[in-house]
């Protein structure tokens, strides 16, 4: 497995109160694409897939899944919005 | 002025902000929250907001319709907890005259409901809550 | 609440008037004196209305938009001289959703620009004045 | 002549100006229609002919040009508006 990087999660509403916690750090293999983060949560949090609409922020910035990861990145899972 | 904010909105405020002699239409829209009484009474609305990209958001769609439509805007959202009948965000513009200021307003709120990431957690009269964020019911058995 | 007033226009009072805890959208416009300085530099506008047939037709689109858009409405217009930077319509309205509040706001808003009997004097920075009523200036030589 | 009627003719803006008043009483002919009014105003406050889209109201409610005038109407010269 290529080196492992430590990446950090940030965890909003449902997924936040699964967790118990606003942040998780999760440790992945290097380059390890966004949209493979998912699959890593713990089950007990993630609850199996993701919705479908589920978007991605890396560093505070809107991403795309296929986004590889570097040590230290932190990555947001934007579940669905219904703000406003 | 555009951000988020755990106090009630002021819409004043914002209506001063974009305040300008040469601009003659100033548009504002309140979306308060709904009790709903026909679907399932709500009571309140909690709003959790992924506070940085949600701040860059709302910058970068005042900054658009200001760019696109010759508007001033302001814009903010409520963050926490907020009542039936409050407002959950507050949107003001002026332009030189109607149309602009219609068009730039609608803009606004229409692009923050998709780009800005906040979530709401409904709190029903009959004691309920439930986040609305596109995941099923399970997370909810878990205690709050 | 509809009608013409000699008083500054209180938005507040109109939001407060049409707030409905089962409106989510509530959308609002000020029409405000401009200064237009690149035209003809402006301090203040004079506003003479026909009171009897503007209260009526004030009435009258607010109910034309209440139907046809499910809305409350709440529309006031200014009597008197309005300086620069100020309110002389202030238009209120909430109904379930936003398109139906933006979609009102605008009729009420574009029927009485047309129906309202309100005509303007203009007061100019340079000390003259001019009623905007489609006649030529020959009634402007005559004492105020 | 048809026995002369009075009508209460209601001035706005620069017409209440040229007449310096709001009211003025006029005498026209039973049944003169409401566009053929302005003719009866004095040369000093008509100042020539109407506006193009000056429009009518009867006793306070909207009327056509050709709608005929009785004793004690009212009748208010709605020159074009230029509201809000």
Same mark, same amino acid.
């Given at each position: ?5 430590? @990446?950090? @999660? ?7 109160? #699964? ?10 293999? =290097? ?8 699959? =890593? ?10 919705? #479908? ?5 890396? $560093? =505070? ?9 570097? !040590?230290? !990145? %932190? ?10 | ?21 040469? $601009?003659g ?29 949600? %701040?860059?958001?709302l910058?970068? @769609?005042?900054? %658009?319709?200001?760019?696109r439509?010759?508007? =001033?805007?302001?814009?903010m959202?409520r ?28 803009? @606004? ?16 009269? !009959?004691?309920?809550? %439930? ?14």
């Open positions: 497995m290529a080196s492992p990087i430590s @990446v950090t @999660v940030r965890l909003f509403a449902s997924l936040r109160e #699964a967790a118990g916690a606003s942040r998780m750090t999760l440790s992945v293999p =290097h380059a390890t694409p966004v949209g493979a983060l998912w699959s =890593h949560l713990p089950e007990g949090i993630s609850a199996g897939e993701p919705p #479908a609409a589920l978007r991605y922020a890396l $560093n =505070h910035e809107w991403t795309l899944p296929g986004a590889p990861l570097r !040590d230290g !990145d %932190e990555v947001a899972f934007v579940l669905p919005v219904s703000g406003g | 002025m555009t951000g988020l904010t755990a106090d009630p909105l002021d819409l004043a405020a914002l209506i001063a902000a974009v305040s300008d002699p040469e $601009n239409g100033l548009t504002s829209f309140l979306g308060c929250i709904r009790r709903e009484d026909a679907i399932r009474p709500v009571i309140a609305i909690e709003y959790e907001a992924y506070e940085e990209l949600t %701040e860059t958001e910058a970068a @769609v005042a900054a %658009e319709a200001t760019s439509f010759g508007a =001033h805007v302001a814009c959202h963050s926490g907890r907020v009542e039936v009948g409050e407002p959950s965000v507050a949107v003001a513009v002026s332009a030189p005259h109607r149309s602009a200021a219609f068009a730039a307003c609608r803009y @606004v709120i229409d692009e923050l409901k998709v780009r800005a990431p906040i979530w709401k957690r409904m709190h029903y009269a !009959d004691g309920a809550t %439930e986040w609305i964020d596109g995941r099923d019911r399970v997370a909810d058995r878990r205690p709050a």
